[in-house]
């Protein structure tokens, strides 16, 4: 019985498979029950909302065998997205001009040595455990937000699907980092937190970071902001160099 179930699921996805409505769908889905399941579960800190999106979803698209290509080609109608998404940055950016300007100083300090750091330890390890130049590629740009990341990784000849499995795993792991330091240190100035959270754990530190405050919130809006400018226009160039 069950069996018979899951072959008629298989063949109804496959039908499904050849028109962007599955990809859609079992993303929007896997999006939806995420957040539930997220809050359901106490909201812990290990374990966000995207993390459990994305484990939900490759979960499915694993008992219903969807071909991953096919499954990306219509995934793609939601990647169209992205451009708008990285223009709308400028939003967080332009409200938080009176916080760049109060604190210009600290952030053009703290920014570029800050977002090379993160891409530049990640660069020695992979080399020194023999990556090869794709994955080299792939892990450079794991600190920045997702719509800047991808036209970078693509500009360096990485791979997307790598550099999104690194982008998840650096916001979850940054996030639970700066937290422990910030109660081991101790350091108790939203700003500060805010813009550690943006800066290193892009989207995913960002939203703790307004599970903090709005203050918090609001710094690391930019701090993820202006680290994905910086790294879109600095990592190309070093990269090639």
């Not at 760049?100 to 800050?114: E, G, H, K, Y």
């Not at 660069?123 to 020194?128: C, F, H, K, M, Y």
């Not at 090869?132 to 360096?156: D, R, Y």
């Amino acid at each position: 019985m069950v069996s018979e179930l899951f072959s008629r699921l298989g063949v109804l996805a496959d039908t499904l498979a050849a028109t962007p409505i599955l990809a859609i769908g079992l993303t929007l889905g896997a999006f939806f029950a995420g957040n539930w399941l997220f809050a359901r579960i106490g909201r812990p800190l290990w374990l966000p909302p995207v993390l459990l999106s994305a484990c939900l979803l490759s979960g499915v698209i694993a008992i219903l065998a969807v071909d991953y290509q096919a499954y990306q080609q219509g995934a793609r109608w939601l990647t169209v997205l992205l451009g708008p998404a990285t223009v709308a940055l400028g939003i967080p950016l332009y409200q938080q001009m009176h916080h760049i300007r109060a604190m210009w100083r600290p952030i053009v300090v703290t920014l570029p040595i800050a977002a090379t750091l993160a891409a530049v330890y990640a660069l020695v390890i992979a080399w020194a455990l023999g990556a090869t130049p794709e994955v080299l590629a792939s892990l450079a740009p794991k600190s920045v937000t997702a719509p800047i990341a991808i036209g970078i990784t693509e500009q360096l000849g990485g791979s997307v699907p790598l550099m999104m499995g690194g982008l998840l795993i650096t916001g979850v792991v940054a996030t639970l980092f700066v937290d422990l330091l910030a109660r081991l240190l101790p350091v108790t100035d939203e700003r500060i937190l805010g813009f550690a959270l943006g800066l290193n754990g892009h989207a995913i530190g960002t939203a703790r970071a307004f599970e903090i405050s709005h203050t918090a919130g609001a710094f690391a809006s930019l701090g993820m902001g202006l680290t994905g400018v910086f790294t879109a226009m600095i990592l190309p160039l070093v990269f090639h160099l």
